[in-house]
């Protein structure tokens, strides 16, 4: 029997159907990634002139577009928005257009040709989001972007063109609808319950367990009750807070460590599989600090969306959360200070 | 330069971007699906006993579950939502859920197991049409389903489990939120013009040409100003209604002529493209009869959504309608009926 289960922040549904993961096939099943040469690699050092010059390196050094980085940003230099003078536009009317104003670029996180982020040491992880920081505080000074997005596509299956492994960030002129949903949700609930919906949230799947796959002291990682992807992950801070950009040192290192658990868990499960990663953050200058609360969500490409997706907005997830975080904990590699509530009853 | 675009109904936006189709990749291109042995297929004639016993067939005949038939209707063996006695679910906490009623239905396009739906006659396509209304007729006076999808996912890439041709429907509890905010945009339209938006939308395409891919006496297909995917396609049918099941006799000819067509350039263009199809039509019991105006989505699955898709809900898409069009209305091999309005000078 499945379900339909309402996400308790935008009230979408989804329906958990394992049923359907019993479903024969007859297509026979795609050949994994195969890299190509990367040589020719525009985001490996050797290369720094195949992309536009950088806007930030860390640790920060001269000359620019040199060698020495360990995070690089550079402009995409295929952006899908990018800064015009002024924005121009026809509104009013049925066709409705803008200029695509913004900025679109590339976190390069690492030197390393064939790392991926989950293989990243911990310290490394925490200078990539000390970048997405950075850049994510820069471009919201721009009052031109009042939404900047910061996300990651892992592997061509979620959308990745390039196997180096890499980030974007893409400043917008609007807030897009999806995320005012989100904002709205989370407003409407602390309305009603003068509380923030995802404090609640942490509060509530803390003292069950049974979503939570893994906790630090300043992160939680659990399989969200309305997941619309099979081994979908969210990653939320235990400290209430609104942005991402404010986040402390430590809320960073903790970030970093219990997304390499979540990746690492994820990667021992599913042998290395295609993700998206975005960050949830309210906009710069939005009035949510008690009622929004930023988060990271991982979402695995493994299941593809189709008519019915798209037709309704209803995900169809094969997979329950429970038993997606039941099997993740059961993993024993898992760091010391990675584990469970089950395993740390005194947090029940 | 890349543009924004605004869905003259949802409001929602996309992002044109063309300079990002020249993106290169250092992933290998997936190898082509290859079909299994159609012998093990459940939807091939004689094997009418691996599906649960059907519920429709045309031409209809006796005994049930036989040969003889050219389009036949099943539940699915593997529902996402099922027929329950009572539907029972809990509401009002943080955790919303309900029992996964519903109905879910595979429509067996025809017999012959290497047929496309765009290589079928266009009689046989009318058959396809003609067993979904009488599906969507008979689910939607069963008052538990405020909202029944009909809708196809072609190819493996865009969901399709199985590779004979059929389509799928879905009856749900409750009127999904992206159906939702179609009717409420396409409302609220209406009573700031006092027209109905897809009429409006038609008169503007017709008379502008620039997106219309071929339209005939009933339909029109058009690459809709907002397209959210590379070779987006509508067809709409000219003569205002809000619900697919109550179209014409004429007017389903006309559908299976211009998505026939529609289908055909893609093919011709794309070769076998995996594609998803969605019919979008009025909930059963809204008042939406003047507001509302149903037709057919067509969706080629040939872009990877990623983290910006998913964080936004918005779509960077880098194939322009007007290209799209434009591409599709020079094939010389659009039937005689199913010229672009350029061709027809009169009618523009």
Redesign the interface.
Known sequence: ??????D?VT???V???P??A???????K??A??????G??PFCPGNESMTPPEVLTLPERTPADGAGWQVRVVPNK?????A?KALS?SAGG????????GAHEVIIETPDHGATLAALPESAIESVLQAYQARARELQSDKRFP?V?I???HG????????HGHS?L?A???V????QEELEGARAYFSRRGRC?YC??IE?ERAAGKRVVLENEDFIALAP?ASRFPWEIWLLPRRHRSRFEEASESERAGLARALKGALAALNKRLSNPPY?????SAPHGEASDDDYHWHV?V?P?L??????E?????H?NSIPPEEVARNLRELKDLRPGDRSPKAKPEDA
Not at 303 to 308: E, K, P
């Open positions: 029997m499945s379900e339909l289960r309402k308790p009230g979408d549904w329906i958990i159907s049923e359907r019993r479903r024969p096939t007859d297509f026979v795609e050949a990634n195969v890299p190509g040469s990367p020719a690699c295929f952006p899908a928005v990018e015009v536009g049925l066709f409705e257009r803008l200029d695509g104003l939404y997005l996300f990651k596509n061509s299956e979620a959308g990745a063109t390039l196997e974007q893409i917008l002129p609007l897009p609808r999806r995320v919906v609640e949230i509530k009750y998206n990663l975005v960050v949830h969500e979402m490409s299941s593809r969306v189709g008519g019915f798209w037709g309704t907005g209803v169809i």
